[in-house]
């Protein structure tokens, strides 16, 4: 993974480099001497030739950006949940409650000290992705609700019958506002499938989430565990998020030309979770 940094500005902000800085002004100030402000740029330079083109270096601080695009990561998704409607609150929450739960089971049942890796962080890229994956489905959702499919096919049945007595030159006009109406016609279609799609696969991580932790809580040996099936999981999200990423540019076509009506502008429900009350922390 690439990184944009400058290994030469971070190695300027290394507080070592700043406070060393520091004390060669404080040493020349003190001595009234330029001597230790020659020793401190000299100091420097080789410093700045030396340190940001040093191999270690460069992966502390890309280690150290990592965990900042991580940290940054985090807090703009716990502000989106906060966007959400409660009951779609709800299933993030859940679900995080879930994922917890799966970890304790493990430990319990196989008195482990910790959850093994892939378990761990596959769970919690699951847990990334409905939340993302949600935000997505929300606002499509909101989005088809902003518009009134009955009127465009209302506007379609009356062109097709001003065809039939529409002049030459009216006609050409009327044909390519069909074409425009049909096309929006179709657009909608297109993004209501998407919506389908999208609440599909957020059930689908809802219930792998239910089975991990039935076999966690059933499993004969830790190595039972290694028979789920996260790739297959992750690799379905990953499809999914490509889909709407190519379907996102139907949205600025609507938004600009759509005509709304009273009946549009309902508020579009929230995801309703297929899970319902929390589960009782299984005994075996």
């Not at 430990?107 to 993302?132: C, G, M, Y």
């Not at 209302?154 to 009216?170: F, G, K, S, V």
């Not at 279609?189 to 059933?218: C, P």
């Not at 309902?266 to 075996?284: C, D, F, G, I, V």
Request: aromatic content about 8%; proline content about 5%.
């Amino acid at each position: 993974m690439k990184y944009n940094l400058s290994y030469l500005k971070e190695a300027l902000k290394e507080p070592l480099n700043i406070w060393s800085m520091v004390g060669f002004t404080a040493a020349a100030a003190y001595t009234q001497s330029p001597i230790p402000l020659a020793m401190g740029a000299l100091l420097e330079v080789g410093y700045l030739a030396v340190v940001p083109a040093n191999s270690l270096y460069r992966r502390v601080v890309e280690g150290r950006e990592i965990r900042r695009l991580r940290e940054q990561r985090e807090r703009l998704r716990e502000d989106l949940i906060k966007t959400f409607e409660p009951r779609e609150r709800e299933a993030v929450e859940y679900l995080r409650w879930m994922k917890n739960q799966i970890c304790a089971n493990y430990k319990k049942f196989t008195r482990a000290r910790e959850v093994p890796v892939h378990i761990d962080s596959n769970l919690q890229i699951a847990w990334e992705s409905f939340v993302d994956l949600l935000d997505m489905y929300r606002r499509r959702k909101n989005h088809l609700h902003t518009i009134n499919r009955q009127v465009i096919q209302n506007q379609i049945m009356q062109i097709e019958r001003q065809l039939q007595q529409a002049d030459a030159p009216t006609r050409h006009l009327q044909e390519r506002n069909l074409d425009i109406l049909r096309q929006r016609l179709k657009t909608f279609d297109d993004i209501e499938k998407s919506v389908k799609r999208v609440e599909a696969q957020l059930q689908s991580i809802e219930n792998f989430f239910g089975l991990v932790n039935d076999q966690v809580v059933t499993m004969p040996t830790p190595e039972h565990i290694a028979s789920l099936d996260f790739d297959s999981l992750l690799s379905g999200i990953e499809m999914t998020k490509e889909f709407l990423e190519e379907t996102s540019p139907m949205f600025g076509a609507f938004d600009s030309v759509l005509e709304r009506s009273p009946a549009s502008l309902s508020t579009s429900e929230p995801y309703n979770s297929a899970l319902r009350q929390p589960m009782k922390q299984t005994e075996r």
